[in-house]
């Protein structure tokens, strides 16, 4: 695995979490409580290791950023997406720990209560990871300029 | 339980996620109108010329036309400016290497000791692949022609005779009708990534 593979992996990561995430949530409105929680875990664990990945390939890189290499407006969409992104990200861990702990402890309304925050957040942050990964990475590879 | 508020708070979270996202969507397009360069003026129409490349060949303004290519000037007894110069069109030419609409032209200020033989290692040192990144030389008054006449540069000998070159370290970006758009000041600031941006607006032309 090079350096260079790396945002291909953590891209597959997030498309995976947001899978199990997705399927986590179909499965509670079918009331498939197991299911979910298999799901829900799944998308837990892809995550982690999306993060550690992530973390790993920047420190790698010594913060050196790749630029965007689009003109005109796809540039505003680009960095809505990648704001966006990031700042709700950010956020997902504390979510998610802030939800799993009350199901631990059966207290399923308060569960739910934080869950309705968590999901669309956490299934955004996974799809447009995915969706920064093609524009920044596949719509301009490296030699294009 | 009444399903009408239970299903209003469970919008919450998405009301939340698309306020967020609004709020970037505004600034990042408030942060794009507040940068967007500067059109790319059609400063000066360059007339044709014909020069000979150090690896055999001669190269005309028409062998350019289509591509959106890259000057710049530079010696081979230079002391350090021509070897910084080398290194940005070096590190362009690695960002452009599968665009085959663009093209790199080095230009030797001193063609009367630069022969093709002397200028070849110095290409070959910066990876200057054949066909992508030309390295020129020629007649004397032909050189001065295209540098003075058609680039509107500096390229004189020094005052006391020495290999020495007083010349310009200026990068111009040249469009696809081999029309001036641009000239980038090579020595001061590292401009690669404004250079790479203005290629790119202009193979869109």
Redesign the interface.
Known sequence: MTLQQLPALNASLNALSGVFILAGWVFIKAERKLAHVVSMSCAIVTSAVFLGCYVTYHWLKHGVVT?F?G?G?I???Y??LL??HT??AATVPVLVVLTVIPALRARYDRHRGIA??????WL?VSVTGVLVYIMLYRWY????? | MNPAPMKKRGMAGWYFLCLTVAFCAVGALWFELKNTPPPLQKIRQLSDFKLTECRGGDVHLSDLKGKVWLADFVYTTCPSTCPMLSSRLAVLQDEAFKNDAVRFVSISVNPAHDTPDVLRPYADKYHAKQGKWFFLTGDKTRVTELVSGGFLLTMKGAPDGSNDMVHSTKIVLVDKAGVIRAYYEGAVADETHRISRDIRRLLRE
């Not at chain 1, 590879?141 to 300029?145: E, N, Q, T």
Request: net charge positive; proline share 12%.
């Open positions: 630029h290499a003109v407006m540039r505003p969409v960095f809505t704001i966006s700042m709700l309705r925050w968590t999901l669309p957040v955004y590879p490296v030699g294009g300029l």
